[in-house]
């Protein structure tokens, strides 16, 4: 086998050795003192880039797990109203409607949240808001605050899923009034897939469900958390937690804001370089929405077939992401998330300028460059 | 740090170098041929290790998870008769109760379970059956055949935790008539903690339940399996299926009847010793019931007190486990699972010589020359 490929997805992400390594030691027991430490520096430091002072704890589970765990264990039986402009916003309102009254605020993808749309939900009764912050699906970052303030005046608990946002740009859960946060290890952390992190409010703790499920009851969490020496319910996966807690030591040592400023030249590099090409980004936006600070989806020119020309890209070791669902061959993404640098886009935009131009697209001027100078 | 303590717990157990070394590598994109490839030999591998023909999913989530996906897709609704013996008979009531009418079969812990009151049960109209095959909290084996017959009997579905005795033990999920088995990564399998696997019977199949989890939704689990290249519904845990793989290979290189017969001589080995000693094993057995195959119960002497005890032996670099909920302080247990073998069945025993020893315990005979006489 050649070497593993690049993956410049919006997750996974390529994960640094020094975090990849933390997993290679002896099996220990998950009940004791060493995994009560590493599972106390983790929830640390996630608070940290939640910007939450509330309770957080792990989940040996995907981000979905999370976002079903808020949903579930604070959602039962209420009327759910779930904005959706892209498959993750998708995501939550299938999730919501197994446990609630769930009302979806749609947007077509990668266009503005509705938020009038959500004020009548909420004036009609809506005890909770579903958000996805940053829709890797289409590339765009939604206004959480603004929401967070909506939720806060008719009293309904916010759920915000920060999975793709979390670690790679700002996010201030106590400030934005999120009450339920959760991140995936994936994205931005730039950790190994298989955890999630999710944060409590006190508000939302008073309105726990009655019929909660039994590994994500948040209850349990909570109270194995709070025992002298940390712990989880149920057996965690040991060899991630401690994979996790050397990807959020790395996030400290680089400063978050450090970190995030990253991240947006990043983001910034590869926005650049599209309109250099003269192609078109994929979202559309009103003052309250912005570009993604970590993926950047961009409509594949006209004549373009999806999958030779990521098939093209990938024979050069490099995986870009294509659109999902009705996405599909219309638009491709760039993820920059976690430890990726100038090396990494500046070779995925080389690939993908060569691939574009194997498949006859004339483009407009030389991104790499363009790129070169957000970053150099 | 010393080295990590040897683990002679009923799981998490100590992982061989070459199954931690899988999980070193760069991340992969789970929806790829690679991955693929990955998942598609650990379910290989491990419908052999159940005695299936079903379908099989690996679930990132522990064994509680998969315990929980086994109630939650196809016992909504129904009444659940839960037999007990044990700290995990009564988890799996627990979660019953989240989902269905939950009937408690309870037996003393570590005693036989009531056959009869199971069928009484049956006849009043339970559909479904649970039953923890080797119940580690106490040392017992359940006569898993019987209760499937049993079950059938009564045309109720028969959910099985064979989480740890499946690897280390014969389980014969088609022919004892199991239709839903799970398994954790952590005992006998001898990999990291944190997935678990499940099997489902055509006739599980058949009564899925219409509300189910999400996260946990075994339609969703199987639609992503039989694509083209195996996938998992959402972002599985890869570093651990790769270290699952390399773990079910040495279980296939090893052989499977070769590793039951090894295992079946660890606890004969150490309930030996335990009979040398003169001292009692914890479970009280009939003709159906037998010890357990994997983990041995055994009394605590009068007068030894259980902290200092085991205290004495994780001094010595070695753990072993104490008893749980009423059980604390009155029995200790050691784990001989996975790639355990002579040399630390053999330290462990004389550390445990040596800690009675210092606690004034007289015992009637050397323990450790008993197990070697098995072992040797």
Redesign the interface.
Known sequence: ME???L?M?P?????PERV??A????????RGAEFGAVYADCVRILKETFGTKNELFVI??????AM?AAV?NFGSGLTIACLENGKFGERMF??AQ?YGTARVVRSEWGTPLDLAALEHELAEGAGMVTLVHNETSAGIKNPAEKIGRLAKKYDALFVMDGITSIGGDEVHADAWGADIVVV?S?KCLAA????SAISVSERAWERLSE??????DLAAYRKSASAKVMETP???????FL?LREACLLIEEEGLATRIARHRKMSQAVRNAVSAWGLALFPKLDGDHAYSNTVTATRLPEGVEDSAFRGAIKKMGI?IAGGQDHLKGKIFRIGTMGATGAPEILGTLSAIEHALAKQGVRLAGNGVRAAAEVLG
């Open positions: 070497k593993e490929p993956l997805l997750g996974p992400v390529p994960v990849r390594m997993m290679v030691r002896q099996a220990i027991n998950h040996s589970g995907s981000g979905t797990a079903e579930a299938k999730i197994r995936g994936q190994p897939a298989g955890l019929r909660r499920p039994y590994y994500l149920y057996t965690p996966a040991v060899p991630l994979a995986e």
